[in-house]
């Protein structure tokens, strides 16, 4: 039986950024202001792009950028409150549009409810205000299937765990299937980044694809499709595992239009949309948005701004790719195989389970452009420049 993410396309938000919330809050910023309401209000944005599912980064109370959480069962009071969610959700419902909600498990902020479930001189990747929770403690997994069956509950489905890489896989062993009990149509995805991906995914339903967002990225920015073709053979692997959660764009990453300049960012959304997985898309990049990444405080800022809605030919692009991979759902399952590859030309057919086909032509040359072509002669020309 089909699971209901198989034909979910994500828009993925970082909600703090997204609403203007202050990142870096005094004391008076942390009063309750009703900015979850700016989400709402783009819900029909959403679908007229042509997803139908919202992936919410972090809304719980936190202290800083919503990864250092302080309380799982309230909303934090830079976003609104419990009625602001609720009414976020009734608005989704209403419209067909899945929720998932970003669990950070793998640690907590200083001064949190739960310092008594910290790991004994444990920070988190040398985060001094990032704890490590002691995922050995019984009590820290009936503390985490608590928090995601409580919200599974009100209304939401599905869940990102953060840093998945980072917790010990029997852990999710022990939790996941008492959230399946109470929720069986909850979907869980765990970021990541390193690793075996199949042996993470094992608990749960899935996890990022880290290494076909890298390759896809680099392969565009060094013009040497032959790295895209050895992650693509390696994506095919592991589909017969799991189904794969992928992008080209998340709220950790710089902007793939200043990655690799908007004409290519045409040709990796191109990829997307082709490829197998369960796709999303990082808000802003369906309008150009830019935003460097970088390794200081406030150096996620850029990739993580206030959204405003506009229109833009990427727009329209994103809004034709999506609706051609509606046209064509067994995509989300289809194998890759290479037709014809040089360092700037790839030629990919993307097969389906019943003998379904697209071709995809890439060529980078001096005009970034892409053809995509089926046998019922469905076809889109891709070129943004």
Not at 174 to 195: F, K, L, S, T
């Amino acid at each position: 039986m089909t699971h209901w993410s198989e034909h979910t396309i994500w828009w993925h938000v970082y909600p703090l950024g997204f609403c203007g919330a202050p990142v870096r809050p005094t004391e008076e910023e942390r009063a309750l202001t009703p900015r979850l309401r700016h989400i709402t209000a783009n819900l029909d944005y959403l679908i007229e792009l042509g997803c139908n599912g919202l992936a919410l980064g972090p809304i719980f109370t936190s202290a800083t950028h919503g990864y250092d959480t302080l309380d799982y069962f309230d909303i934090d009071p830079r976003l609104g409150c419990m009625d602001d969610f609720r009414e976020l959700v009734r608005e989704c419902q209403t419209r067909g549009i899945r929720i998932m909600l970003d669990g950070v498990f793998n640690h907590v902020g200083r001064n949190s409810k739960y310092e008594h479930l910290v790991a004994q001189n444990s920070v988190f990747e040398g985060h001094g205000d990032l704890l490590t929770l002691d995922h050995a403690n019984p009590a820290t997994a009936d503390l985490v299937t608590d928090v995601m069956n409580f919200w599974l509950s009100e209304g939401t489905d599905a869940w990102r765990l953060d840093a998945a890489y980072s917790v010990p896989i029997p852990f999710w062993e022990q939790v996941a299937p008492r959230v399946y009990a109470a929720h069986p149509d909850a979907w869980i995805m765990g970021e990541v980044i390193h690793g075996d991906y199949a042996g993470y995914a094992q608990p749960i339903n899935s996890v990022t694809q880290y290494e076909l967002w890298k390759s896809i990225w680099s392969s565009l920015n060094d013009e040497n499709f032959f790295e895209l073709d050895w992650n693509l053979k390696r994506h095919n692997e592991l589909l017969a595992d799991f189904l794969p959660y992928t992008f080209v764009g998340n709220h950790d990453v710089t902007r793939i239009a200043t990655k690799v300049g908007l004409p290519k960012a045409a040709l990796a959304l191109t990829i997307l949309l082709t490829t197998a997985g369960v796709p999303a898309i990082y808000y802003g990049d369906e309008l150009g948005y830019e935003g460097l990444k970088e390794d200081k405080l406030g150096g996620d800022d850029a990739v993580r701004p206030f959204f405003k809605p506009g229109s833009s030919p990427m727009l329209e692009l994103h809004q034709r790719l999506i609706a051609f991979r509606r046209r064509h759902p067994w995509l989300t399952h289809a194998t890759t195989e290479t037709i014809e590859i040089t360092n700037t030309h790839l030629h990919y057919r993307s097969k389906g389970p019943e003998s379904q086909s697209i071709d995809v032509v890439l060529d980078l040359g001096d005009r970034p452009q892409a053809r995509i072509s089926s046998e019922n002669e469905d076809e889109i020309f891709v070129s943004l420049t």
